[in-house]
Structure formats: structure tokens, C-alpha cells
């Protein structure tokens, strides 16, 4: 099995920063793109960004600029910068990685359990 864990998220002032982390432990052989997506209350879930195991980037319109995502692929980690951070950013905060669990499988996706952001004054 593969197990995500999100952490750094929180409460934060309007025009703040925070930097997210998640790692993923467990059966990994290799894995490919990661990323981070978000929730917020009533809402579909939608993307942030995401990161090819080469370093590519892709961001959502509404994020440009504000965040950087990142990785470390010898601690199986991703990383999200964010910085001025608006109330609309209050979501929950989840991390994604699509992982080959053994040599010659195929790549599945997996889901931390989300964090907490709340950006209010």
C-alpha cells in the first residue's frame, strides 16, 4: 500500500504564505506526476498544480503566481508555496501521486486524506 500525508496547512491572514508538504511512504517503486488539488465547502474538488517527475509544472488560472510547486523525488515529496493567500483559497487541501508499485505495474493514483487552509482575518 501507499499512504500520503499532508501537512503545514492552517490559519492564516489574508495576504499570507503558507508551504504545504506531503509525503508519500509504502510500496513505491517509482512515481510520476504529483500534484495538489483543492475542495472548498459545496464546491467540486479542482487542481492547483501539478509536477512531472522531471520537474514539469502546471497550474490552475486562479493560482498562477501565487504558488510554486515543487518536489523532491529522493523523499518521495511534494511541496506547495503559497503566498498571498485570499478567503477564496479556504479549502481543504489534498495531495496526489500517481505511483508504480512494482517494476513492470502499472501507475495508480493515490490521495493524502487533505489539510486544512483557512485564509481569514
Known amino acids: 500500500q501507499v499512504q500520503l500525508v499532508e501537512s503545514g496547512g492552517g490559519l492564516v491572514q489574508p495576504g499570507g504564505s503558507l508551504r504545504l508538504s506531503c509525503a508519500a511512504s509504502?510500496?513505491?517503486?517509482?512515481?510520476?506526476?504529483m500534484g495538489w488539488y483543492r475542495q472548498a465547502p459545496g464546491k467540486q474538488r479542482e487542481l492547483v498544480a501539478t509536477?512531472?517527475?522531471?520537474?514539469?509544472?502546471n497550474y490552475a488560472d486562479s493560482m498562477q503566481g501565487r504558488v510554486t510547486i515543487s518536489r523532491d523525488n529522493t523523499k518521495n515529496t511534494v511541496y506547495l508555496q503559497m503566498n498571498t493567500l485570499k478567503p477564496e483559497d479556504t479549502a481543504v487541501y489534498y495531495c496526489?501521486?500517481?505511483?508504480?508499485?512494482?517494476?513492470?505495474?502499472?501507475?495508480?493514483?493515490?490521495w493524502g486524506q487533505g489539510t486544512q487552509v483557512t485564509v481569514s482575518s
Open positions: 496526489n501521486a500517481d505511483v508504480r508499485t512494482f517494476i513492470g505495474s502499472s501507475y495508480r493514483a493515490y
Open positions: 509536477i512531472t517527475r522531471g520537474g514539469s509544472t
Open positions: 509504502g510500496s513505491i517503486f517509482i512515481i510520476n506526476a
